[in-house]
C-alpha cells in the first residue's frame, strides 16, 4: 500500500463546477504539498500545508492531521485547471525527501 | 512564489554521448536541491539530494557513476547523464528547498528537462 493515496485517480468535469481532490497517508508529517503537473510536464508548487486552511484565488487546501487527510479544492473550474494533481508529503523526522501520490488528473471541459 | 529555471528544457542527443541539465533558484539560495526522474504515467522518483558544497546523496538503485550531481553553489545544481543509452531517456526534474520558519520546508520544482536518447 502506497504512504500517499489520491482519490479520484481520473476527474472529469464541466467549466464552473466545483472539485475536489483527496489524499490521505498512513504516517506522521511534517508538511505536505499539492502540485500541478500540466500536460508539457512543468510542476507548480501549489501549496504546502502543515495544519489547517490555505486559499489561492480559486484553489483552496485543507489539512486534518488527526485524520491524515488533506483535500484540495477547485472552485468555478475552468478548460486550463486541466492538468494532473499531485499530493506529496514530507515524512516527520528530519527526513528530506518528499513521498508523492500517484495523481490525480483533472479534465475540465469546456 | 520563489522561481527555479531548467535548460536545456529539452535535449536529444546520440547514445553514448553525455549530457548536462542545469537547475537554478533564480530568487533565492537554495541549500538543498534534488533531482528526480519521471517516466511516463508515473509518478516523479528521486535520484538524488544534492547539497551545497558537499557530494550529493544518491537513491538506491542509482548509479552515481552515471548521473553526476554538482552543487557548485547556492542557486546552480547540474545533473550530467554520462554515456547516455535509450533507456535513459525521461524527463528530469529539479527541486529547490528554502528553509522556512520553524522548519518547514518550501520546496520548489523547476520546469523538467526531457531527454531521448536516440
Redesign the interface.
Known amino acids: 500500500k502506497n504512504e500517499v493515496e489520491q482519490s479520484p485517480q481520473n476527474l472529469t468535469a464541466q467549466e464552473g463546477e466545483f472539485i475536489t481532490i483527496n489524499c490521505s497517508y498512513s504516517v506522521g508529517i511534517?508538511?505536505l504539498?499539492w502540485?500541478q503537473q500540466h500536460p508539457g510536464?512543468?510542476?507548480?508548487?501549489l501549496f504546502?500545508l502543515?495544519s489547517g486552511k490555505k486559499k489561492h484565488g480559486r484553489l483552496i487546501a485543507t489539512i486534518n492531521i488527526q485524520e491524515k487527510h488533506s483535500s484540495l479544492h477547485i472552485t468555478a473550474s475552468h478548460p486550463r485547471d486541466s492538468a494532473v494533481y499531485?499530493c506529496a508529503v514530507?515524512a516527520q523526522g528530519g527526513s528530506?525527501?518528499?513521498v508523492?501520490?500517484?495523481?490525480t488528473k483533472l479534465t475540465v471541459n469546456p | 512564489g520563489a522561481v527555479v529555471s531548467q535548460h536545456p528544457s529539452w535535449v536529444i542527443c546520440k547514445s553514448g554521448t553525455s549530457v548536462k541539465i542545469e537547475c537554478r533558484s533564480l530568487d533565492f539560495q537554495a541549500t538543498t536541491m534534488f533531482w528526480y526522474r519521471q517516466f511516463p504515467k508515473q509518478s516523479l522518483m528521486l535520484m538524488a539530494t544534492s547539497n551545497e558544497g558537499s557530494k550529493a546523496t544518491y537513491e538506491q538503485g542509482v548509479e552515481k557513476d552515471k548521473f553526476l550531481i554538482n552543487h557548485a553553489s547556492l542557486t546552480l545544481s547540474t545533473l550530467t547523464v554520462t554515456s547516455a543509452h535509450p533507456e535513459d531517456s525521461s524527463f528530469y526534474i529539479c527541486s529547490a528547498r528554502l528553509a522556512g520558519v520553524l522548519g518547514n520546508y518550501e520546496q520548489y520544482f523547476g520546469p523538467g528537462t526531457r531527454l531521448t536518447v536516440t
Open positions: 511534517s508538511a504539498h502540485l510536464g512543468g510542476i507548480v508548487s504546502m502543515s499531485i514530507r528530506e525527501k518528499l508523492f501520490g500517484k495523481g
